[in-house]
């Protein structure tokens, strides 16, 4: 008899657990679904508002184990408020994760942000972890070959060379060019 109480009893508990459990699933793919609406429209104030008041409820916190994809949601939004300290910080937080695609994800776009500062050799080296973790990913080939070729701007900009070639230029700009038959000073009437 006692045995078949308690077996009663825990299958409650079990059902009441799964149908909160279910309950806070469902709420947390509502507030996800609609935040990606207000992103997709533009509203991207609304969309963080959402994602933060999913954040900070406590018992969606709990239970979900999605923390590094609402951090990485975060950083997109901060990205297109234009709020790159905070992005860099969100996507840095995502990099922790175990998900490849995802911190590949976080790595490439927080590369983005610091080229963007014109930081071209960290810029490179997060394109190269992301490379290292999806190699196929296209973007990041790109950007990298962006940040080395700007790189190797940037050094040619300040190395003697280019002074001196620069200074050719000017001395070149300098000499008249065929300026013997263009018209030049007062016209002269001629009778």
């Keep these: 008899m006692f045995y078949k109480s308690f077996l009663k009893i825990m299958l409650v508990v079990l059902a009441c657990i799964l149908i909160f459990y279910g309950y806070t699933s469902l709420k947390m793919n509502t507030i996800i679904t609609s935040a990606d609406e207000k992103t997709k429209m ?15 409820n406590p018992i969606i916190s709990k239970l979900s184990d999605k ?3 609402i951090s990485y949601n975060k ?9 790159k300290k905070k992005a860099s ?5 995502t990099m922790e994760t175990t998900d490849p695609l995802l911190k590949a994800r976080a790595i490439y776009n927080n590369a983005n942000i610091i080229a963007e500062d014109m930081d071209f050799s960290t810029a490179a ?3 190269v972890e992301a490379l290292k973790i999806d190699p196929d990913d296209f973007q990041a080939k ?5 940040m080395r070729l700007g790189e190797l701007q ?3 900009m300040f190395s003697k060379k280019q002074e001196e070639r620069e200074d050719r230029i000017e001395a070149l700009k300098l000499i008249p060019w065929g300026t013997k038959y263009r018209y030049s000073g007062e016209q002269k009437i001629r009778w």
């Design 42 to 56: 533009g509203k991207y104030q609304d969309a963080l508002s959402m994602i933060r008041e999913l954040e900070s």
């Design 67 to 69: 923390d590094t994809l």
């Design 75 to 83: 950083g997109v939004l901060y990205s297109l408020l234009s709020e």
């Design 89 to 93: 910080i969100e996507y840095r937080k």
């Design 125 to 127: 080296m997060q394109y």
């Design 142 to 146: 790109k950007n990298l070959e962006r």
């Design 154 to 156: 940037f050094n040619t």
